[in-house]
């Protein structure tokens, strides 16, 4: 079973930047793919970004242009740098992979943004 370590969460304000990391216990290079998502309360889970084993990648609407998802597969490491941030932006991020022998979720961290 893969395991996905999160760290990065925080307090900013408004317009400022957090990076995320997602630390994998297997190659994350054998993985279909891994991503990022949120969940803020009252909202459903909703994906922000995904990389897929070749390197392409896909955002959700609401974060394109400000987020950006990159991974070092030395470090099986997959990150999530988030600049602008606005309020909304506020929710539990969980890192997520999927894999031929099955997907796994992190515990989560949590984004808040607020003056």
């Known amino acids: 079973q893969v395991q996905l370590l999160e760290s990065g969460g925080g307090f900013v304000q408004p317009g400022g930047s957090l990076r995320l990391s997602c630390a994998a216990s297997?190659?994350?290079?054998?993985?279909?793919?891994m991503g990022w998502y949120r969940q803020a309360p009252g909202n459903q889970r909703e994906m922000v970004a995904r990389?897929?084993?070749?390197?392409?990648?896909n955002y959700a609407d609401s974060v394109k242009g400000r987020f950006t998802i990159s991974r070092d597969n030395a470090k099986n490491t997959v990150y999530l740098q988030m600049s602008s941030l606005k309020p909304e932006d506020t929710a539990v991020y969980y890192c997520?992979?999927?894999?031929?022998?099955?997907?796994?979720w992190g515990q989560g961290t949590q984004v808040t943004v607020s003056s």
């Open positions: 297997g190659s994350i290079s054998s993985f279909y793919t």
């Open positions: 997520n992979t999927m894999g031929a022998t099955g997907g796994a």
């Open positions: 990389i897929f084993r070749i390197g392409t990648t």
